[in-house]
């Protein structure tokens, strides 16, 4: 009877041992992957998914946090008499056709946080102008598809030109 009792005991104390170790190790930041966590990234870092073009897009919630952060550089890749008429406020103009050209982009490290919009998700001028960069080596290029279309129905801040009454 007092074998049994004692084998009872060290399977509990086994058990809870286990259950608290696991407990423990679940809410250490390098724990063991006893448990598999979802990777935590945050949603700016790309993500490797089945479509690259989709890993590298932001919701206009996203792109507002790194607006109000001032963590990254807003690019409008529409035609430059759209980005005078109205632009994200403080975003720079850079046409996705003369990228290449543009003196502009010496200013920028390769590495830089670049959020690339144009008139919202019909328009693909901002597609090619990740393209672009991408391929002149830039590494942190984000698309914001919503573009100027949901950044101004969302009410966000944004220059433009005054109309003449």
């Known amino acids: 009877m007092a074998l049994k009792k004692l084998l009872f ?3 509990i104390i086994g058990a809870a041992s286990l259950l608290s170790g696991m407990t423990f190790n679940h809410f250490q930041n390098k724990g063991l992957d006893v448990i598999r966590k979802p990777a935590v990234k945050s949603s700016y870092q790309r993500m490797e998914t089945q ?3 989709k890993s590298k897009q932001l919701s206009i919630d996203e792109a507002y946090t790194l607006f109000k952060t001032k963590a990254a550089v807003f690019i409008d890749a529409r035609q ?3 980005y005078k008429m109205a632009h994200i ?3 720079e103009w850079i046409y996705h ?3 290449k050209e ?3 982009l010496k200013d920028y490290k390769k590495d830089q946080l670049l959020i690339i919009y144009c008139g919202g998700p ?3 001028q901002a597609d090619h102008l990740v393209d672009e960069l991408e391929e002149m080596g830039f590494t942190n290029v984000f ?3 919503g573009g100027m279309d949901e950044w101004r129905a969302a009410g966000y801040p944004i220059e433009e030109r005054q109309k003449r009454e």
């Open 89 to 91: 406020k403080d975003a």
């Open 80 to 82: 430059e008499v759209l």
């Open 122 to 124: 019909k328009c693909d």
């Open 9 to 11: 005991q060290c399977g």
């Open 102 to 104: 543009n003196p502009r």
């Open 51 to 53: 479509d690259p073009k």
């Open 143 to 145: 698309l914001f598809p």
């Open 97 to 99: 056709q003369d990228a």
